[in-house]
């Protein structure tokens, strides 16, 4: 028999833990059963240190809803160039709690304070990000330019 999740102060710490304890800095918990499942629904915790390569979704189904649970998050939204076209600080209590991206925008999401955590929604089944969705004029994950990167969208939020 399939068993509900609740979503408490207690899960939220795990997954919080999870995420400090990561070498990526960052850690899911999903509730869609497997990869394949027609809709990918996950709790994304992320510290402030970790860096999210700045990428698009492709697939016309592929639109992307994060809601904040628990801290402060930035997103920003770039051009086909690089260039900034808009950016949101998102919290539970702040004036804006989320974003929804439509396919084919690039983007980027971080952490503004520790223990961070955004529910994800959007279309399944999932597939990692290829090549192509990946920004060309953004620094890989794990290169040192990354970090710079991260804090020049950290100023452009006001953090």
Known sequence: MKRPT?????LLDRVSKAARESPRRRKNRNFHPTEAHASSRLLNAIEPDSYVRPHRHLESTKDETLIAVRGRLGVVFFDEAGNVTGHAVISPEGEAIGADIPDGVYHTVLALEPGSIFFEAKAGPYRPITEEEKAPWA?????????????????????
């Open 139 to 159: 620094p890989a994950e794990g290169d040192p330019a990354a970090r710079e990167f991260l804090e020049r969208m950290r100023r452009l939020l006001g953090t």
């Open 6 to 10: 609740v979503i408490d102060r207690a």
